[in-house]
């Protein structure tokens, strides 16, 4: 038989376990619900960024460089620092620079702004290409290039001014809006 004492005990213990496991259930509204209306995405930065893009057969499409880069969680738009953006494709290169440059949400737009430059290289001098601008829009699925602000180019046969361009880096050819004008030199063969 258990004494008087030992019964009081155990009943004691037992209702301590039993209040102990009451108090760690309760909901004390420590947080661990979600905040409602808390959006969890988030803004962020990437220093020494670099951006690899695909085309449809698996082949790298672009290439785009920058010592930053920053994203807004809200609309999903990039902005990126002295953009680096190279496209290749049969036997071209097509490099852009600028001073700024901006990343559509989708990544399909790249929106480039300040002194922005353009130059198409191949193994043939004849080839070569530069194209100056305040601002050029690259599309980058279909590889096209456009701008309506006044454009430089320069080729080996000279050097043409404009107002607005477009440029199909799949066909390697370009077409100048309007007020064009040039002066071209006769190579000498």
């Keep these: 038989m258990m004494s008087h004492r030992t019964r009081r005990g155990i009943i004691l213990l ?60 809200a609309t999903g738009i990039g902005t990126v620092d002295e953009p680096r953006a190279e496209l290749h494709h049969d ?16 990544r399909e737009v790249i929106h480039f702004t300040g002194d922005v430059r353009m130059v198409r290289e191949s193994g043939e001098p004849s080839d070569h290409l530069e194209i100056e601008s ?12 456009w701008s309506e602000q006044v454009v430089d180019v320069a080729d080996p046969a000279g050097n043409m001014t404009a107002r607005g361009f477009r440029v199909d ?16 030199e006769i190579q000498a063969n």
């Design 14 to 73: 037992g209702s301590l376990c039993l209040v102990s496991f009451w108090a760690s259930r309760q909901d004390d509204g420590d947080g661990s619900d979600p905040i409602q209306g808390l959006d969890p995405r988030m803004d962020y930065a990437l220093d020494n960024f670099e951006m690899l893009a695909f085309d449809e057969r698996g082949l790298p499409a672009i290439t785009l460089w920058a010592p930053r880069l920053a994203n807004d969680a």
């Design 91 to 106: 036997g071209f290169r097509w490099n852009i620079v600028a001073t700024q440059a901006t990343v559509s949400s989708d």
């Design 134 to 145: 305040s601002e050029v829009t690259l599309e980058v699925t279909p590889r096209l290039a």
């Design 169 to 184: 880096m799949l066909t390697n050819h370009y077409h100048l809006e309007s007020e064009i004008a040039g002066t071209y």
